[in-house]
């Protein structure tokens, strides 16, 4: 090998074995409680900062220019996103490869259950005699994830299950609150849109309340669900204007025209004139309020575009972080047994 070669390969051997070093140290004793993570009530907070710790360390290491390491050589991961997905499965897939994990991923047309009626029950049950040492799972139905994940050996991930939950976009979220305003207890958080069709919200809002903070809630009477203040502890506005004042963060949530969000509507139009956040809108927040959303964004609807390109926004950010988080994910649920 060229002597310049040789040393490259050297100092990036070296780099990983003193990461490696530094990530088995800031775990410590520390460990996941279940296999799964189907549901944000599968973590306490300590569970999150173990996460979160995680995260930081693999921020580094997705900047490196060399970004595969062997710490789960020899594993395997089903991505099984029976959705669309850019952000989530482009993260776990990229997120696996880096770790060395061999990953598969499976849609809805490229399985059996969609046009030979496969069961997901049946499903589960092949995976399992497969030996997948991970699945992630995106499913239209609310409990895919769950009933999945009691048939398998393997641990699951949800990537979101219908109008239900999406953890691990709720881990970025809160990550990327704690980096961006250095803690997440105490903040002030407005959270609006389209609430009723959000598994956004719904791992969103469980988070926070572990954390202490109680989100303002707001939107159309007919988007937000009747009795969410009484299930969790959070505040129900209709005007925008109102929730915006003197908060941390906006949180801006997709309108779900594909779930039925345009029958609970006058239109579009109608919406966004009410809930789109614009600059007028941001003005009322503190100074330096962050605009968060989850993506994909309908510009001019959830967001308008001047917010959305100023510096306000860390939507992108948002990304990077899914993706340092769902490493330190894959890492703790594979790795950990292993260590
Ligand atoms: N935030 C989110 O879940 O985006 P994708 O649908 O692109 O994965």
């Given at each position: 090998m060229h002597p310049r070669r040789q040393k490259l390969w050297q100092e990036i051997g070296e780099w990983q074995e003193d990461f490696e070093d530094r990530l088995i140290k800031t775990i410590g004793k520390r460990k996941l409680p279940s296999k799964n993570i189907v549901s944000i009530d599968d973590l306490s907070t300590a569970n999150m900062k173990l996460i979160f710790d995680c995260a930081k360390l693999f921020k580094e290491f997705i900047i490196k220019p060399d970004k595969k390491i062997n710490l789960l050589k020899g594993m395997s991961q089903i991505n099984f996103f029976f959705e669309e997905s850019t952000r989530t499965r482009i993260s776990f897939e990229l997120a696996g490869k880096n770790l060395s994990v061999d990953t598969i991923n499976v849609s809805a047309s490229g399985s059996s259950m969609q046009k030979k009626g496969e069961t997901l029950n049946d499903t589960a049950r092949t995976l399992n005699a497969m030996h997948a040492d991970m699945v992630i799972l995106r499913h239209g139905k609310a409990g895919s994830p769950q009933m999945i994940a009691d048939k398998i050996k393997a641990p699951v991930i949800s990537g979101g299950d219908g109008w239900h939950e999406h953890p691990t976009q709720a881990l970025l979220d809160l990550y990327t609150m704690l980096e961006k305003r250095g803690?997440?207890?105490?903040l002030k958080v407005t959270i609006v849109g389209d609430i009723k069709h959000s598994r956004v919200a719904g791992s969103l809002i469980r988070a926070l309340n572990k954390f202490g903070v109680e989100p303002r809630i707001v939107g159309p009477p007919t988007l937000i669900p009747y009795g969410l203040d009484k299930v969790f502890k959070c505040k129900i506005y209709?005007?925008?204007?109102?929730?915006?004042?003197?908060?941390d963060?906006?949180?801006?949530?997709?309108?779900?025209l594909e779930r039925t969000a345009g029958g609970d509507i006058p239109s579009v139009r109608e919406y966004s004139k009410c809930?789109?956040?614009?600059?007028?809108?941001?003005?009322?927040?503190?100074?330096?309020?962050?605009v968060m959303h989850a993506g994909p964004i309908n510009r001019e609807v959830d967001l308008k575009t001047?917010?959305?390109?100023?510096?306000?926004?860390?939507?992108?950010?948002?990304?990077?972080?899914?993706?340092?988080?769902?490493?330190?994910?894959?890492?703790?649920?594979?790795?950990?047994?292993?260590?």
């Open positions: 803690q997440i207890s105490g209709h005007d925008l204007d109102e929730a915006a004042k003197g908060v963060v906006i949180y801006a949530l997709r309108i779900q809930y789109c956040i614009n600059h007028e809108r941001l003005a009322l927040a503190k100074f330096d309020a962050i001047e917010v959305m390109e100023s510096d306000r926004s860390v939507v992108e950010d948002q990304v990077e972080n899914g993706y340092a988080v769902r490493l330190a994910l894959l890492y703790l649920l594979m790795g950990g047994e292993r260590r």
